[in-house]
């Protein structure tokens, strides 16, 4: 194992110089959760600055022994797991039974990183073709150094985590910005990892507002990983550009749900209930739109209102929590509205199902395709349910939006075929949102939302760039790449290219 080399120590993250803070405010009850510091952008410069040699450091110890740490902060986070799902409630709202499962999730995709970076990212030959025979070609995968992460709050361990823990895998040191609703969760986060990597600040935690994430961008990182929404993604790649760093932009969503003629209507329905209300619907992926077959629609329904009914948000034993951003209020507010204005109506809940920071479910039908809860992500525990004639009108109704993260699709012939034809990053057929959770596939959106990927090898990738090298091992006997090339080696070339792709007219 390599060991520490003698370095200026990293910048004391906890406080700013400049002694401004923000503060945490419990969603469900308004009480002060924490204070934290404001950090500038000389301090996030700082913590980058700390963070190069730390890089060298943390990718000279190779992929085994990264693996071995990593796997090591697992450990710390699964013995610590209760603390933590505690910390995302108070921050942030959930119940605590879903922070844990948010948590266990981070864990399988933290242990993918950690097991398959080597195969993956490591060295490996390539063939060369004819024309370059006598090369020896190896292609691999190096991290940038210091790459930075700007986290969302309503999934602050696992969303993060996917470019965190990959990021790290990839040999890269992380400088992570949490949101300013969850920044608890970040620094106990960072506190674990230190416990099993004290050597180096591989992996440092800055809090602020949005001109410390700003700084970051700013801060010559390798590049930004970035989950939130579609309009603060397009002011964090301004702001990388400024310096060309590179971004992954994880974005919103205004995912759907079909319903096929032949569907299982029980599990339809239980998966459009807890895919459009859980994390009060506070989710990128969270169905948002439900299209039904209209031979089967009268009976979904039925099932639907069977399952959310009894549903509520609140405190204590409820199943939904409160809104975590106070501004999101308004903006559901706004989606039901406008759309009972334009003729739809509420089934379960509606304009008067929000109380303070607590939104009641709400199902709306007869939604038109314009209206600003069928073409905007409401963020709220809302379902806009429409019947199709066919499956042909739910797929060009889903791909007529702007955004393009997850899909779902129930039915028990044509599913694959439905899917096949949905323009968004992931589907998942006669289940809600399984490819998030398989830890080998990717995770991302087209469109408004966004680019780039985590998880799985496609998620190790966009923390390195690719290294080609290659090795003449002998001399051709006709020099290609020189000025004495004469009319002879051009006619073998010449006869070459006929031999080799002549035939393919």
């Given at each position: 194992m390599?060991?520490?080399?003698?370095?200026?120590?990293?910048?004391?993250?906890?406080?700013?110089?400049?002694?401004?803070?923000?503060?945490?405010?419990?969603?469900?009850?308004?009480?002060?959760?924490?204070?934290?510091?404001?950090?500038?952008?000389?301090?996030?410069?700082?913590?980058?600055?700390?963070?190069?040699?730390?890089?060298?450091?943390?990718?000279?110890?190779?992929?085994?022994?990264?693996?071995?740490?990593?796997?090591?902060?697992?450990?710390?986070?699964?013995?610590?797991?209760?603390?933590?799902?505690?910390?995302?409630?108070?921050?942030?709202?959930?119940?605590?039974?879903?922070?844990?499962?948010?948590?266990?999730?981070?864990?399988?995709?933290?242990?993918?990183?950690?097991?398959?970076?080597?195969?993956?990212?490591?060295?490996?030959?390539?063939?060369?073709?004819?024309?370059?025979?006598?090369?020896e070609?190896?292609?691999?995968?190096?991290?940038?150094?210091?790459?930075?992460?700007?986290?969302?709050?309503?999934?602050?361990?696992?969303?993060?985590?996917?470019?965190?823990?990959?990021?790290?895998?990839a040999?890269?040191?992380?400088?992570?910005?949490?949101?300013?609703?969850?920044?608890?969760?970040?620094l106990?986060?960072?506190?674990?990892?230190?416990?099993?990597?004290?050597?180096?600040?591989?992996?440092?935690?800055?809090?602020?507002?949005?001109?410390?994430?700003?700084?970051?961008?700013?801060?010559?990182?390798?590049?930004?990983?970035?989950?939130?929404?579609?309009a603060?993604?397009?002011?964090?790649?301004?702001a990388?550009?400024?310096?060309?760093?590179?971004?992954?932009?994880?974005?919103?969503?205004?995912?759907?749900?079909?319903?096929?003629?032949?569907?299982?209507?029980?599990?339809?329905?239980?998966?459009?209930?807890?895919?459009?209300?859980?994390?009060?619907?506070?989710?990128?992926?969270?169905v948002?739109?439900?299209?039904?077959?209209?031979?089967?629609?009268?009976?979904?329904?039925?099932?639907?209102?069977?399952r959310?009914?009894?549903?509520?948000?609140?405190?204590?034993?409820?199943?939904?929590?409160?809104?975590?951003?106070?501004?999101?209020?308004?903006?559901?507010?706004?989606?039901?509205?406008?759309?009972?204005?334009?003729?739809?109506?509420?089934?379960?809940?509606?304009?008067?199902?929000?109380?303070?920071?607590?939104?009641?479910?709400?199902?709306?039908v007869?939604?038109?395709?314009?209206?600003?809860?069928?073409?905007?992500?409401?963020?709220?525990?809302?379902?806009?349910?429409?019947r199709?004639?066919?499956m042909?009108?739910?797929?060009?109704?889903?791909?007529?939006?702007?955004?393009?993260?997850?899909?779902?699709?129930?039915?028990?012939?044509?599913?694959?075929?439905?899917?096949?034809?949905?323009?968004?990053?992931?589907?998942?057929?006669?289940?809600?949102?399984?490819?998030?959770?398989?830890?080998?596939?990717p995770?991302?959106?087209?469109?408004?939302?966004?680019?780039?990927?985590?998880?799985?090898?496609?998620?190790?990738?966009?923390?390195?760039?690719?290294?080609?090298?290659?090795?003449?091992r002998?001399?051709?006997?006709?020099?290609?790449?020189?000025?004495?090339?004469?009319?002879?080696?051009?006619?073998?070339?010449?006869?070459?290219?006929?031999?080799?792709?002549?035939?393919?007219?």
């Amino acid at each position: 194992m390599s060991t520490a080399r003698s370095l200026p120590a990293a910048p004391d993250t906890t406080r700013s110089t400049t002694g401004a803070t923000f503060d945490v405010i419990s969603p469900a009850t308004g009480a002060l959760i924490g204070t934290y510091p404001i950090h500038s952008a000389a301090e996030v410069d700082a913590a980058v600055a700390a963070a190069r040699p730390a890089a060298d450091w943390w990718a000279g110890l190779g992929f085994a022994e990264r693996a071995r740490r990593l796997d090591a902060w697992r450990g710390e986070i699964t013995s610590g797991r209760a603390e933590l799902a505690r910390i995302i409630h108070r921050e942030m709202g959930k119940p605590i039974s879903d922070a844990k499962l948010e948590i266990a999730m981070a864990l399988e995709h933290l242990a993918w990183a950690s097991a398959h970076a080597r195969e993956v990212l490591g060295p490996r030959s390539v063939r060369p073709g004819l024309l370059a025979v006598n090369q020896e070609c190896t292609l691999e995968y190096r991290p940038f150094g210091v790459v930075g992460v700007i986290g969302p709050w309503n999934y602050p361990v696992f969303t993060p985590l996917g470019s965190v823990s990959f990021g790290l895998a990839a040999g890269n040191a992380v400088v992570f910005k949490p949101s300013e609703y969850t920044p608890g969760v970040g620094l106990w986060l960072a506190e674990r990892f230190a416990a099993v990597v004290p050597e180096q600040p591989v992996f440092q935690v800055i809090t602020g507002l949005g001109e410390t994430g700003a700084a970051l961008c700013r801060s010559g990182v390798g590049k930004i990983g970035f989950t939130g929404s579609t309009a603060t993604g397009k002011r964090v790649m301004a702001a990388c550009a400024e310096t060309l760093t590179p971004v992954l932009m994880e974005l919103g969503g205004k995912d759907a749900l079909l319903v096929d003629a032949d569907a299982d209507l029980a599990s339809a329905a239980d998966a459009a209930v807890w895919g459009g209300m859980s994390n009060a619907g506070q989710t990128c992926l969270g169905v948002e739109r439900v299209y039904v077959h209209t031979d089967v629609y009268d009976d979904f329904l039925a099932e639907l209102l069977d399952r959310a009914t009894d549903l509520r948000a609140g405190t204590g034993a409820a199943k939904i929590g409160p809104i975590t951003m106070p501004k999101q209020i308004e903006i559901i507010r706004d989606h039901i509205e406008d759309a009972l204005a334009r003729g739809a109506r509420a089934l379960l809940g509606g304009a008067h199902a929000i109380d303070g920071q607590f939104v009641q479910p709400t199902i709306l039908v007869g939604v038109p395709e314009d209206a600003l809860a069928a073409t905007e992500e409401t963020f709220g525990p809302t379902l806009t349910v429409t019947r199709v004639r066919d499956m042909d009108e739910a797929i060009e109704l889903v791909n007529a939006g702007s955004y393009g993260l997850g899909s779902t699709v129930f039915a028990r012939r044509d599913g694959k075929r439905i899917a096949d034809r949905i323009r968004a990053g992931g589907t998942s057929i006669n289940a809600y949102v399984a490819h998030a959770t398989i830890t080998s596939l990717p995770l991302g959106g087209v469109g408004d939302s966004g680019f780039g990927r985590v998880h799985g090898p496609d998620g190790l990738k966009e923390f390195t760039y690719a290294k080609a090298t290659t090795r003449q091992r002998f001399p051709l006997p006709l020099a290609l790449t020189t000025f004495t090339r004469g009319r002879t080696t051009d006619a073998v070339v010449d006869r070459l290219v006929t031999v080799l792709h002549g035939r393919n007219r």
